[in-house]
């Protein structure tokens, strides 16, 4: 059989969606001044619009934090219908080993705790584990508060715990695993997962795939499993998955996360459920409307589902074919124009300062940077920056583009970078770098006094607004 590599596309109002209202949806995203960095919207099977703010590029992988989470409860749904596995199985019996070890240091309900309540996030832990050297062991030792199952508390180690059990009954990895499985069907590719020292997949963070990724992924979960006309899981793990398993009322007053929650899923309004990650990574399926919108982002995760529910009453109508033309070019001209990195007005720049400043050591003097000395070397449409170390060995260097945005790169594990220099003052030079395969920024401020620098670094701060993990 053969794969096919994307989703169809075709226009909005071939599946009876005005390009308005996406167009409206990008309007709502700009009033609200919401960080997307790309989003993709899906119905009846067809991509019916898509758009990354440059940098963010379709073909860069994006952090998804959380979102992973949900990849993590097919995998144990696989697991289960490969007979591996039972949600009633207790985690105990997964790590003999560890509980030989740790013998009078766990509760001893911990005895009673089941793969189920790992999936619901009901452990019954009173804090999250923390991660570390043997993670397992650090999980197991946690405080119970309640009885397992009894009460739902938002538990990444316990997403981690059933990357472990899986691991642990397969020989492999949970990527490993979910590849012929998952993501070569669909075909995902190059999937990347973070790893904990013990060489297990991270299991409720750590996974980073690209934007039709996560909407193939949300398609294959509308369909129930179905991929291509081919049953590839069982309709019923996705049915118990998607329902609410676990009360979540207590864990915000925001209206989409007291809907409940199912295996590594949130319910949501509106008949809806969803895979989410920290600043913004979405994949809301929304059976009623047949329909799946993906989003990346850095932003307030409730006012985005708030704008996607702005779009149901159009996602709820049947394909039709009216003036495409003439509908479509206000929504193509506007996903054209989208942009993250739109460069500065002309600045007025000193050029006497810039060739004082050029070629030469400056000593650090407030050193947090780990560096000691650097230079910085003026161009004509940019800059270098060089951070050197105690023994003047070389511990990065950079290019920013002067007043506009320069690719660039860093020693940051974040893959493509892009970087602006200004003069924000008399002798401060501030530097922001973004990695657009993260929400992140890192943030430099340099000021030039005499022989020395004074230098800060705001380290990887988000590049947008508050979120959740």
């Given at each position: 059989m053969e794969m096919k590599k994307t989703l169809p596309r075709c226009a909005p109002e071939e599946q009876g969606v005005p390009s308005q209202a996406v167009l409206g949806f990008l309007e709502f995203i700009q009033k609200q001044t919401l960080r997307v960095h790309s989003y993709m919207i899906v119905k009846n099977g067809h991509v019916i619009s898509e758009a990354w703010w440059k940098p963010f590029a379709p073909n860069l992988p994006h952090m998804l934090f959380s979102l992973s989470k949900s990849f993590t409860s097919i995998a144990v749904g696989f697991a289960v219908q490969e007979r591996l596995v039972s949600v009633d199985d207790c985690v105990c019996q997964y790590f003999p080993e560890h509980l030989a070890a740790l013998e009078g240091q766990y509760d001893e309900r911990f005895k009673r705790m089941k793969l189920r309540h790992l999936l619901t996030m009901s452990t019954g832990q009173a804090r999250e584990a923390a991660f570390g050297e043997n993670s397992i062991y650090n999980f197991i030792k946690t405080p119970l508060a309640h009885e397992p199952g009894s009460r739902f508390m938002y538990n990444t180690p316990a997403t981690y715990m059933l990357s472990a059990v899986v691991q642990k009954v397969t020989g492999q990895r949970l990527s490993q695993y979910l590849t012929p499985r998952l993501f070569e069907p669909l075909g995902i590719e190059d999937p990347i997962w973070d790893r904990c020292t013990m060489g297990i997949d991270m299991g409720g963070i750590g996974l980073n795939l690209r934007t039709e990724d996560i909407a193939k992924f949300g398609q294959f979960l509308l369909q129930k499993g179905v991929w291509n006309g081919e049953r590839l899981l069982d309709a019923a793990w996705i049915e118990a998955a998607s329902a609410k398993q676990a009360d979540s009322s207590r864990f915000s007053t925001d209206p989409d996360w007291i809907q409940g929650y199912g295996y590594q899923f949130w319910r949501c309004r509106h008949n809806a459920f969803r895979g989410d990650g920290m600043f913004g990574q979405f994949c809301v399926?929304?059976?009623?409307?047949?329909?799946?919108?993906?989003?990346?982002?850095?932003?307030?995760?409730?006012?985005?589902?708030?704008?996607?529910?702005?779009?149901?009453?159009?996602?709820?109508?049947?394909?039709?074919?009216?003036?495409?033309?003439?509908?479509?070019?206000?929504?193509?001209?506007?996903?054209?124009?989208?942009?993250?990195?739109?460069?500065?007005?002309?600045?007025?720049?000193?050029?006497?300062?810039?060739?004082?400043?050029?070629?030469?050591?400056?000593?650090?003097?407030?050193?947090?940077?780990?560096?000691?000395?650097?230079?910085?070397?003026?161009?004509?449409?940019?800059?270098?920056?060089?951070?050197?170390?105690?023994?003047?060995?070389?511990?990065?260097?950079?290019?920013?583009?002067?007043?506009?945005?320069?690719?660039?790169?860093?020693?940051?594990?974040?893959?493509?970078?892009?970087?602006?220099?200004?003069?924000?003052?008399?002798?401060?030079?501030?530097?922001?770098?973004?990695?657009?395969?993260t929400p992140f920024v890192a943030a430099y401020t340099f000021r030039f006094d005499g022989n020395n620098v004074w230098a800060t670094r705001d380290t990887y701060r988000r590049f947008a607004l508050s979120g959740r993990s």
């Amino acid at each position: 059989m053969e794969m096919k590599k994307t989703l169809p596309r075709c226009a909005p109002e071939e599946q009876g969606v005005p390009s308005q209202a996406v167009l409206g949806f990008l309007e709502f995203i700009q009033k609200q001044t919401l960080r997307v960095h790309s989003y993709m919207i899906v119905k009846n099977g067809h991509v019916i619009s898509e758009a990354w703010w440059k940098p963010f590029a379709p073909n860069l992988p994006h952090m998804l934090f959380s979102l992973s989470k949900s990849f993590t409860s097919i995998a144990v749904g696989f697991a289960v219908q490969e007979r591996l596995v039972s949600v009633d199985d207790c985690v105990c019996q997964y790590f003999p080993e560890h509980l030989a070890a740790l013998e009078g240091q766990y509760d001893e309900r911990f005895k009673r705790m089941k793969l189920r309540h790992l999936l619901t996030m009901s452990t019954g832990q009173a804090r999250e584990a923390a991660f570390g050297e043997n993670s397992i062991y650090n999980f197991i030792k946690t405080p119970l508060a309640h009885e397992p199952g009894s009460r739902f508390m938002y538990n990444t180690p316990a997403t981690y715990m059933l990357s472990a059990v899986v691991q642990k009954v397969t020989g492999q990895r949970l990527s490993q695993y979910l590849t012929p499985r998952l993501f070569e069907p669909l075909g995902i590719e190059d999937p990347i997962w973070d790893r904990c020292t013990m060489g297990i997949d991270m299991g409720g963070i750590g996974l980073n795939l690209r934007t039709e990724d996560i909407a193939k992924f949300g398609q294959f979960l509308l369909q129930k499993g179905v991929w291509n006309g081919e049953r590839l899981l069982d309709a019923a793990w996705i049915e118990a998955a998607s329902a609410k398993q676990a009360d979540s009322s207590r864990f915000s007053t925001d209206p989409d996360w007291i809907q409940g929650y199912g295996y590594q899923f949130w319910r949501c309004r509106h008949n809806a459920f969803r895979g989410d990650g920290m600043f913004g990574q979405f994949c809301v399926i929304m059976p009623d409307q047949n329909a799946v919108v993906a989003i990346t982002g850095s932003l307030d995760m409730q006012k985005m589902l708030d704008g996607v529910w702005e779009l149901l009453p159009a996602l709820s109508g049947a394909p039709r074919n009216v003036r495409l033309a003439t509908r479509t070019s206000a929504l193509k001209r506007k996903i054209a124009g989208l942009s993250h990195i739109t460069d500065e007005d002309a600045q007025k720049r000193d050029r006497t300062l810039e060739k004082s400043v050029s070629r030469r050591v400056y000593e650090i003097d407030r050193n947090w940077l780990g560096v000691h000395r650097m230079t910085v070397n003026f161009y004509d449409d940019d800059c270098q920056i060089t951070l050197l170390g105690k023994n003047g060995a070389v511990k990065e260097t950079f290019m920013a583009g002067m007043g506009t945005w320069k690719r660039t790169t860093t020693n940051a594990p974040f893959g493509a970078a892009y970087a602006k220099a200004v003069w924000a003052g008399d002798s401060f030079l501030r530097v922001d770098i973004l990695f657009p395969e993260t929400p992140f920024v890192a943030a430099y401020t340099f000021r030039f006094d005499g022989n020395n620098v004074w230098a800060t670094r705001d380290t990887y701060r988000r590049f947008a607004l508050s979120g959740r993990s």
